[in-house]
């Protein structure tokens, strides 16, 4: 069946645009001399899995300068771990349990509109359900947030803040608190984006068991 013209021509264009570049990486794979590609078709087999935020600004591969295959990728609106939330469990567990990753890290980004939507009294549609989750992270740190005066450097701490909480959602889950049972090569970690440089920030909150998240959260059994 032919590829239907679009009526609007700058939808069109923009649409042109994204086989051209497909084009593009094609032309990559095919001229690929590392053997790369051929091996990813045989499988992945990933050490990272990221949890980032949906943004389009902050991609993980880019980020971290790895190559396809090198990072296995979940991401949501403001880089949320939610109990509750089937799709993310879903990544995690597939990841945890099937690749064996080594690292789990939940990367934020300064400047999060998730977050600094959260942080206004606006409404904005259904989003305002998924974002009622960053409002607890803030109910948590409030004294804290509200002595901050600059706009700005408020919405900055409420991501930190969030990647740690986000951080202690999965060290809690019963998928990455069973699989410390059995290994002792997986790490949960924090950091966060800085947009305007590209770096990314060690927050300093990395756990490898469950020894510091409180007894009510160390399942035994």
């Known amino acids: 069946m032919p590829t239907k013209k679009l009526n609007n ?13 497909n084009e593009h990486w094609i032309q990559e794979v095919a001229n690929d001399q590392t053997g790369l590609f051929k091996e990813l078709a045989k499988g992945q087999s990933p050490e990272i899995l990221w949890i980032g935020c949906a943004d389009s600004r902050v991609p993980a591969n880019q980020v971290t300068n790895t190559r396809p295959g090198d990072v296995f990728v979940h991401r949501n609106i403001a880089n949320m771990c939610i109990h509750s939330d089937m799709n993310m469990l879903s990544v995690l567990d597939y990841a945890v349990n099937v690749l064996k ?7 934020g ?23 009622c989750h960053i409002k607890d992270v803030y109910r ?26 986000q951080v202690f959602n999965l060290c809690t889950s019963t998928i ?24 990314l920030v060690d927050l300093d909150i990395t756990f490898t068991g469950s020894a510091d998240l409180g007894n009510v959260f160390a399942y035994k059994h």
């Open 101 to 107: 990753v080594k690292h789990v890290i939940v990367a």
């Open 9 to 21: 021509v700058n939808l069109q264009e923009s649409f042109d645009r994204i086989i051209a570049g």
């Open 140 to 165: 948590l740190y409030r004294d804290e947030i509200d002595a901050i005066e600059d706009s700005e450097a408020k919405v900055n701490r409420l991501v930190e803040l969030n990647v740690t909480e």
């Open 109 to 131: 980004h300064y400047g999060c509109g998730g977050v600094a939507a959260a942080l206004s009294q606006k409404q904005f549609g259904l989003i305002d359900n998924w974002l």
């Open 176 to 199: 990455i608190q069973n699989a410390w049972k059995e290994r002792d090569d997986l790490a949960v970690h924090g950091m966060v984006i800085e947009l305007t440089t590209g770096k």
